[in-house]
């Protein structure tokens, strides 16, 4: 396997946020896996992740950043452990998690999970594979808080990813189609 292909958008994010990946090897991370409609959001996450480690003056470490069921995927921890940077990095993955599953693998544009059998896509209308269907609710882009009323796990507060705002906004869960999973 070539370990270093400048002219892949993927080796160029990689080489271009080298002290978040500690020199693993670009293939080692899983960023092969990544698709380029993803380029956009994937380098958002990256200058999030950076600019996170510089305001808590520690370090981002990713071992790994992958497309797993249409859903990016982030593996890093603070270095040294600074439980503050941490929920500030988990926010930045959430909210690149949630675009990713609804942003187009193939063009970038606003679109949906599909999916045919077990084989999950993100694409927008257009690029859609033929005979797909609809993954709904679409979860990587729902957020819900859970407690125990009356003796029973409910739905006490919902957010969804707002692909516009670029960030998750209170939302009802009836809205997200989640009615039926109280
Ligand atoms: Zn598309």
Redesign the pocket.
Known sequence: MVEDDASDWRDALWKANAPLFEGIPPFATGIGTLPA?WCELVESLCARLTAAATAASGRVHVSRLYEDRAVIEVVCKAIPPNAGLEAVVAEVAARAAARSACT?A??G?P?ARYRIAFRVFA??P??MPRGSVEVFPNWPTIRVVRSIVAGRSRIVACEAYDRGLDRFVASSPEALGIRHFP
């Open positions: 409609g187009c193939a063009c544009r679109g694409a927008c257009l690029h």
